[in-house]
């Protein structure tokens, strides 16, 4: 049974900081490209930030450029999303989602939530 399940959301002052996971199973986790994607209320899905299969190359939305780190350890079949400086515009449900080819897996998503 192919699960991805994320963890670490909360709520968080603003300038905090906060690290989400995505747990991997069911599936070659290495094999697979991985990214975050987060949506705010009445606001569309969007991507936060991409790795590739060996967690050498990334990309990351222009809003969160030098404040969000994404990472994977393909040894423990997880994913990883280290937020610093958080504003409150940062305030979303956050999805991991995988995908290879043809084939892709969302998470069930994790709330965090910036406020004073």
């Known amino acids: 049974q192919v699960q991805l399940v994320e963890s670490g959301g909360g709520l968080v002052q603003p300038g905090g900081s906060l690290r989400l996971s995505c747990g991997a199973s069911?599936?070659?986790?290495?094999?697979?490209?991985m990214r975050w994607y987060r949506q705010a209320p009445g606001k569309e899905r969007e991507l936060v930030a991409a790795i590739d299969t060996t967690g050498r190359t990334t990309n990351y939305a222009n809003s969160v450029k030098g404040r969000f780190t994404i990472s994977r350890d393909n040894a423990k079949n997880t994913m990883y999303l280290q937020m610093n400086k958080l504003k409150p515009e940062d305030t979303a449900i956050y999805y991991c989602y995988a995908f290879l080819g043809s084939t892709n897996y969302w998470g069930q998503g994790t709330q965090v939530t910036v406020s004073s």
């Open positions: 069911g599936f070659t986790f290495s094999s697979y490209l």
